[in-house]
């Protein structure tokens, strides 16, 4: 039986897709609601099961990307993955009203909420935004004023996940970093290649003083590298936690 990151064990139920949005080409935002409130911490994640009719099961780990403030509703976002067994499950078989078999909340490493205090720096790589958004999106709900910047790398504009919220949350005092790595930036603020030692270094300097939560997550190479940016910039390795999605 998993843990969550309370050490209490985590028991499987049964959630029912209340709505599915889609954000960009490759990813949708999937709703799930049960009757009894969802209680977990920004960065947590659930493991969903999927069982076909033969009695094949597939379990994956998906990150709640919505705030613990909204409880009612979860939101998962699900990239998908070409002859990937259960992402493209949520892409082209879900519907509003099937119900996920879904445990958790899962992992007591990779959160933050704003008892834990900054200053706080993110770093995504693709649908690695996910646990971040929930961080960002508590700090909001939460009214916090603690230091926070995202550095958020995406191959193109239209994969920017949660582009608008975002913007409109720097706007907020939120410090905001796009890179795209496989097209010219839209805007002016916006980056055009991927995260490397420079690019970090302009974002720590930034923060004052150097930060003292640091969370990167995305594919692992992505990991890898940025969090060995951070290092170089001088975020002390002990505060840096990461999460890895895989290939
Ligand atoms: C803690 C955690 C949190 C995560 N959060 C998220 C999240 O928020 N959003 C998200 O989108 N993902 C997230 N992931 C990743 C997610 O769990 C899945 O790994 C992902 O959705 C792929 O699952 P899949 O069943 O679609 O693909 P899989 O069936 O696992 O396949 C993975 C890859 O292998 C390839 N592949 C499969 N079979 C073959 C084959 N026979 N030959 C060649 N290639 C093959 C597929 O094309 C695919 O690219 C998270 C992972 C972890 C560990």
Not at 19 to 32: G, P, Y
Not at 72 to 93: C, M, N, Q
Not at 101 to 119: C, I, K, L, T, Y
Not at 214 to 223: D, E, P, R, S
């Amino acid at each position: 039986m998993a843990v969550a990151g309370n050490g209490h064990h985590v028991r499987w139920r049964t959630l029912r897709i209340v709505r599915i949005e889609r954000q960009t080409s490759r990813v949708k935002s999937v709703f799930l609601s049960g009757p009894e409130a969802f209680r977990f911490l920004p960065g947590q994640h659930v493991t969903v099961r999927l069982t076909s009719e033969s009695g094949h099961t597939a379990q994956r780990s998906y990150s709640i990307a919505s705030a613990p403030e909204a409880p009612s509703t979860i939101e998962l976002a699900v990239e998908r993955l070409d002859h990937g067994e259960v992402s493209p499950y949520f892409h082209d078989i879900a519907a509003v009203g099937d119900e996920i078999e879904v445990r958790g909340p899962v992992g007591g490493h990779f959160v933050w909420s704003v008892e834990q205090g900054g200053p706080l720096l993110l770093v995504a790589g693709g649908s690695g935004i996910a646990p971040l958004m929930s961080m960002i999106r508590h700090r909001a709900a939460r009214q916090s004023s603690i230091p926070a910047a995202l550095l958020y790398s995406a191959r193109t504009w239209e994969e920017v996940l949660f582009r608008e919220e975002l913007l409109a949350l720097q706007a907020d005092g939120l410090d905001v970093t796009i890179t795209l790595t496989r097209e010219a930036a839209p805007l002016g603020n916006a980056l055009g290649r991927r995260v490397d030692a420079e690019m970090m270094s302009a974002v720590v300097s930034r923060m004052e003083p150097v930060p003292a939560q640091a969370f990167v997550c995305g594919g692992n190479a992505f990991v890898e590298v940025a969090s060995r940016c951070m290092i170089q910039c001088g975020v002390p390795a002990a505060v840096i936690r990461t999460e890895r999605f895989g290939k």
